[in-house]
């Protein structure tokens, strides 16, 4: 397992922007690691938000299309998520996680249980 610290939360007008930032521990992690951003609400399940892996690949999920990019500083084993257009429904703990794939591929489909490493969350709040 890596060790992941998000950061970059906060409160935040209908409209505006916030972007997170995930620290990896090791620069190995982008390498062999496909990773992704999730969130989760209170009484709701987690749900994916964006993946991308180590050949830039990104996939998102429909309700964040147009609005959030993920990007990641490979050197630096860093991963961010952009987040524009924030709507009241964006509210949530945003998690980080990582899939050790070897090759840093993500699979086609992804869900929650199969990364092993997530870091401590941080909460985003989107008020009207």
């Known amino acids: 397992q890596v060790q992941l610290v998000e950061s970059g939360g906060g409160s935040v007008q209908a409209g505006g922007s916030l972007r997170l930032s995930c620290e990896g521990s090791?620069?190995?992690?982008?390498?062999?690691?496909?990773r992704g951003w999730f969130r989760q609400a209170p009484g709701k399940e987690r749900e994916g938000v964006a993946t991308?892996?180590?050949?830039?690949?990104?996939i998102y999920a429909d309700s964040v299309k147009g609005r959030f990019t993920i990007s990641q500083v490979n050197a630096k084993s860093t991963l961010y998520l952009q987040m524009n257009s924030l709507k009241p429904e964006d509210t949530a703990m945003y998690y980080c996680?990582?899939?050790?794939?070897?090759?840093?591929?993500?699979?086609?489909?992804?869900?929650?249980?199969?990364?092993?490493?997530w870091g401590q969350g941080t909460q985003v709040t989107v008020y009207s």
């Open positions: 996680a990582a899939l050790w794939t070897g090759s840093g591929l993500c699979p086609s489909i992804v869900r929650p249980p199969h990364f092993g490493s």
């Open positions: 090791g620069y190995i992690i982008y390498r062999t690691y496909c």
């Open positions: 991308i892996g180590s050949d830039g690949t990104t």
